[in-house]
């Protein structure tokens, strides 16, 4: 992070990048879990968040609660988030699948 952006993440307030933790959850992605187990890529998702231009979009999105399906088209972080999702997914479907087996359902 460069000097003139901590100047404005500091002046863009605490609040402002809420959207990503809303952005996540619409993809299943738990924040917390992604803060605790990648603390700069949050960081960095964080701090695109809290500089982006397309605010009314993505909170319209939100709002109508179809932004998974439209964040391509407004988010410097969909790209990176929708990659999260499908490793999110993939990891999901193997803990099931291991679960399964160790119970004795496989």
Do not use: W
Not at 8 to 15: D, H, I, K, N, S
Not at 58 to 84: I, K, S, T
């Amino acid at each position: 992070v460069t000097t003139t952006q901590l100047d404005r993440l500091v002046a863009a307030g605490p609040e402002a990048s809420l959207e990503i933790e809303r952005l996540m959850a619409s993809l299943g992605i738990d924040n917390s879990t992604v803060e605790a187990a990648f603390p700069r890529q949050m960081s960095e998702f964080q701090a695109t968040c809290a500089q982006c231009s397309a605010k009314k979009a993505c909170r319209h999105a939100l709002a109508d609660g179809n932004a998974a399906e439209r964040m391509q088209a407004f988010c410097p972080n969909a790209y990176e988030l929708l990659d999260l999702s499908a490793r999110v997914g993939q990891i999901s479907k193997q803990c099931g699948f291991i679960g399964e087996f160790v119970a004795g359902r496989r």
